[in-house]
């Protein structure tokens, strides 16, 4: 990508509430997705290196305060994708790109086109 996830992610969902255009929201929640899923990477990789230095007791703990709580069943990697998850879910880029599906949306747009569904 050109530009980093969030500022395009901002950049596409206040562009999208100009469009009622099918073809161009499609072309916005297409390149959206592809910065959803670069962000989602970035901010896994952040609580990956993050969490290499925490104790179990310290993962836990930041994980609740996430709203992400390391359950008894999980391992260590499914807490620490599980905080990734919630982390890039609060953040202003994944509350932007769910304001551009929700926009596209109103306009019948998916990221499946027609003859997929």
């Given amino acids: 990508m050109d530009t980093n996830p969030t500022a395009l992610l901002l950049d596409l969902a206040a562009r999208a509430q100009d469009f009622s255009d099918r073809d161009a929201l499609q072309g916005l929640l297409a390149t959206g997705h592809r910065a959803w899923c670069e962000g989602v990477a970035d901010v ?3 609580i990956r290196r993050e969490a290499a230095n925490l104790s179990d007791a310290q993962l836990a703990a930041r994980c609740a305060a996430a709203g992400a709580p ?3 069943e999980m391992t260590r990697g499914e807490a ?3 905080l990734a998850f ?4 609060a953040a202003p880029a994944a509350v932007a790109y769910t304001e551009l ?4 949306t109103l306009f019948g747009v998916c990221l ?4 997929h569904l």
């Fill in 44 to 46: 896994q990789s952040g």
């Fill in 86 to 89: 919630a982390t890039w879910d």
């Fill in 101 to 104: 599906e929700e926009r596209a």
């Fill in 112 to 115: 499946l086109g027609e003859e």
């Fill in 70 to 72: 390391w359950e008894a």
């Fill in 80 to 82: 620490v994708s599980a």
